[in-house]
């Protein structure tokens, strides 16, 4: 259990700057695991160390090249000359609603309703450029704005919420609390019903398994190890 | 070429063999007794060297694992002497410690039960393994299924020793379990015909995981939050605290929980909050990174509610019990122990050793498939060794396409090509290289059905619960576990808080915590709960500094090239 840190003596080692300061690292580390290797305690802009929670969502450079480059700190390896920091925090308004509120009305866009800056989207695009999920977030900004929900579901459906769009767009736009909003209209109004799933729920409400699964509560260990060994499977593939 | 050339000629191999194992199609699968002889024979749990019993406490004889031990019987952060607990902060009818989908879920049913809601959530709101789990939610609701069914594919995943109240309640909430997220708007995947999109699934015996893509946790997690979000704009009565957990519980002289000390991780700050009802939402213990194991669980995953409801004379079960995901991923060394979904092989991959063998049915319960894979590679040498040491074995995802068509891996797995991409391999037409990886906690706090704990005033729900999975739970259960119990906790912590009538609160058992452990000789013990792994960098610290995190024995950079982050 005692591990050493030593490095080992092939490892090439590369400069990276942490908010301004210089310092050396080792190959391979992602941008995450080089800030603790720096001796940093992370309590935020850390999260899944994943790629799925979007906590650390961060903006670097290289040191001779101005370019702002948008990447998740637990999923990007350091690479020579970087400039980096993590993003701890950013601020977001979002509009005020109950599901009950998405109900789509016929002839009128609910996503335009709750956030109508959204018109004054004027295409150029930083959002996209900003995505570590690398979305096509413009084209659901498009979508929303035409109220072309099923778009919007299926183009955002990988954000992990991190809000770099908002962070670089320039008129202030909040595309990552909308695609939510879109989602869950989506999810609870146009996704057809599955009767199937409303059936087994009143079955069980109606004590249908009710009697069965008392015998199998009751059932000595023995028979029910037989019944499992002998349980059908239905195919896998 | 995203595979370095010493493992190309193993990859090599296994594409070879690739025709004529689909042509022969999935391994048997094991009997009953071949998995107790490979399980006991090879899993981690049956390491004795790696447990040893509590000395104090409600489980004291219990074997434990030696991380866990250390925390249970560790020292409180408090000193009780020192508290005023005049000086309350927030005075609500329930607390919630934890904040992924049973904290979330929790909270949002107590607030529809009319109770106020505070949330202390140790990270940001929503910021738990929940979000990271990938491959679906059981429910058994498909007309050839039945919660009978589901409910004998538990107790045998579980090696028969889960407590049936519990898988009762489990399997005859599930389907309603879908249907409530989806009325706040989780998108479900769906077929043509409308019915929900099912997959079968390690040791279940009918297609009932209910997926999002892969991205099933990040779905339900993002809606309940933005639920919770909506209602506190609303003005009700829900609020939440982030970067501030619960250090310990607080109690009242008639022996009830009464609330809990918190502390902003940031300011180092305490506050205290008085609550009729605690229920403890923390999540699992990855990060505790028991027996070295690299983990696929989020950064906070460290055991506290655990540490927390011991300590003011909780019992757990089944703590003996971890599970390792079969596949979590040996290569590339930024993401090791990175979760591979299940889903893989619920989809068709097979798992490969170096020589192109099938060596195990892809769909055997998680604790078989990882017993057989730690045989492959430490009893028969026949893994496949990384440059930086790690040792796994082939999982033959480009399979998948082959079996379901072109474009299946993209459609169902985009999270995994996109995570395996950043690192210039396509899965599409690449294998990945996995091993064991700490997974889940299958044991933890006693629970009654309606998630009340032995200790009055205290709930449990989610992973830091223990008894409903007995000794191994099947994929696709813990998101589940997530929603039946976090339901019930909110339901039955808002009834409880309508009823109860608080004493004078007190810190007394932190008092005889203190006086139990010291008699034990227990005093060096490390403070807990442990809150943070502490993986910075230990070089040259200022003379005196304590840190806010135990300090880990896995810095990102060990002995090996690399390691683990």
Redesign the interface.
Same mark, same amino acid.
């Given at each position: 259990?005692? *591990? $050493? %840190? $030593?490095?080992?003596e092939?490892?090439q080692m590369l400069d990276i700057y942490v908010m301004g300061k210089h310092y050396q690292v &080792?190959e391979?580390? %992602?941008i995450?695991?080089?800030l603790?290797?720096?001796?940093?305690?992370?309590?935020?802009a850390? @999260?899944?160390?994943?790629?799925?929670?979007g906590?650390c969502a961060t903006v670097y450079c290289f040191k001779n090249d101005p370019q702002l480059r948008y990447a998740l700190a637990? !999923?990007?390896?350091i690479e020579q000359d970087m400039y980096l920091t993590q993003i701890p925090f950013f601020p977001v308004a *979002?509009a #005020?609603? @109950?599901?009950e509120d998405?109900r789509p009305e016929e002839g009128e866009n609910r996503l335009v309703g709750l956030y109508p800056d959204i018109l004054t989207c004027f295409g150029c695009n930083n959002c996209t450029k900003s995505c570590p999920?690398?979305l096509e977030v413009m084209e659901f900004m498009s979508a929303a704005i035409r109220g072309d929900y099923e778009k919007v579901?299926e183009k955002s459906?990988?954000c992990?919420?991190c809000g770099l769009c908002a962070a670089r767009c320039p008129q202030g736009l909040r595309p990552y609390v909308m695609a939510?909003a879109a989602?869950?209209?989506? @999810?609870?109004y146009l996704? &057809? %019903?599955? !009767?199937?799933? #409303?059936d087994?729920?009143k079955e069980?409400e109606e004590g249908k398994?009710d009697d069965?699964?008392g015998k199998? $509560?009751e059932m000595p260990?023995d028979e #029910?190890?037989e019944?499992?060994?002998k349980?059908?499977?239905?195919p896998? #593939? | 070429m995203p595979y370095p050339a010493s493992m190309e000629e193993s990859k090599r191999k296994m594409e070879e063999t690739r025709a004529k194992r689909l042509e022969k199609g999935l391994a048997s699968r094991v009997s009953a007794e071949e998995r107790e002889v490979l399980v006991n024979k090879f899993h981690p749990d049956f390491i004795k060297e790696q447990f040893r019993e509590l000395r104090v406490g409600p489980n004291k004889g219990s074997r434990t694992p030696l991380e866990i031990a250390d925390l249970l019987e560790g020292n409180s952060r408090i000193d009780p002497d020192k508290i005023d607990l005049a000086g309350i902060d927030y005075d609500v009818d329930v607390l919630v410690i934890g904040c992924g989908g049973a904290g979330g879920s929790a909270a949002l049913l107590a607030e529809e039960n009319g109770a106020s809601v505070l949330i202390s959530s140790k990270l940001r709101l929503g910021d738990a393994n929940t979000i990271g789990a990938q491959a679906g939610t059981q429910a058994c609701d498909r007309a050839n299924d039945s919660p009978a069914i589901h409910y004998l594919d538990v107790m045998g995943g579980g090696h028969y020793v889960n407590v049936p109240e519990l898988v009762e309640a489990l399997v005859t909430d599930s389907p309603d379990v879908i249907r409530w997220l989806e009325s706040l708007g989780v998108n479900w995947d769906k077929e043509p015909d409308n019915s929900y999109h099912e997959l079968s699934g390690g040791g279940a015996s009918r297609r009932r995981m209910h997926s999002c893509r892969d991205y099933t946790g990040l779905e339900e997690m993002r809606v309940v939050r933005d639920e919770i979000r909506q209602r506190n704009m609303h003005g009700r009565k829900i609020d939440w605290l982030e970067f501030e957990p619960a250090i310990e519980l607080i109690m009242d002289d008639q022996g009830q929980v009464a609330g809990a000390i918190l502390m902003n991780l940031e300011t180092r700050r305490m506050r205290i909050v008085r609550a009729k009802a605690v229920v403890t939402a923390t999540g699992g213990l990855g990060r505790t990174h028991i027996q070295g194991f690299p983990t696929t669980n989020h950064y906070g995953a460290t055991a506290d509610g655990l540490v927390l409801a011991y300590r003011v004379g909780c019992p757990i079960v089944h703590m003996d019990t971890m599970q390792y995901h079969p596949t979590g991923a040996a290569f590339p060394p930024q993401i090791l122990g990175f979760l591979v979904t299940e889903k893989v092989r619920t989809l068709g991959a097979e798992l490969v050793n170096c020589d192109g063998e099938q060596f195990i049915h892809p769909l055997e319960a998680r604790d078989t498939e990882a017993s057989a894979e730690i045989r492959e590679c430490k009893e028969r040498g026949k893994g496949v060794t990384t440059p930086t040491g790690e040792v796994g074995v082939w999982l033959d995802s480009p399979m998948i396409e082959i079996r379901r068509g072109e474009g299946t891996i993209r459609r169902e797995l985009p999270a995994m090509v996109r995570q395996f991409g950043r690192f210039n391999i396509d899965i599409t037409k690449e294998p990945m290289l996995v091993y064991p990886t700490l997974h889940y906690q299958n044991g933890g706090i006693v629970i009654k059905a309606d998630a009340s704990t032995p200790v009055p005033g205290l709930f449990a729900a989610g992973e830091c619960e223990g008894g409903v999975h007995g000794r191994n739970r099947l994929i696709g259960n813990s998101t589940l576990d997530l929603f039946v119990f976090g339901r019930r906790a909110g339901r039955a912590a808002a009834k409880w808080a309508k009823e109860v009538e608080l004493g004078k609160l007190t810190l007394e058992h932190i008092r005889k915590w203190q006086r139990e452990i010291k008699e034990a000789g227990l005093e060096e013990m490390p403070v807990s709960p442990m809150l943070l792994p502490n993986y910075a960098n230990q070089e040259r610290p200022v003379p005196g500094f304590q840190p806010l995190g135990q300090i880990s024995p896995y810095t990102p950079f060990g002995d090996r090239a690399i390691r683990w982050i």
């Open positions: 259990m005692t *591990q $050493k %840190t $030593k490095v080992a092939k490892v &080792p391979g580390l %992602t995450q695991a080089a603790e290797y720096c001796g940093y305690n992370l309590i935020r850390v @999260g899944c160390r994943s790629g799925f929670c906590a637990c !999923q990007k390896a *979002q #005020l609603y @109950g599901v998405l999920q690398d579901y459906f990988d992990l919420m939510i989602r869950r209209l989506r @999810g609870a996704a &057809p %019903t599955s !009767q199937h799933n #409303l087994r729920v069980i398994f069965e699964i199998l $509560k260990g #029910l190890r019944l499992y060994a349980r059908e499977i239905e896998a #593939l | -």
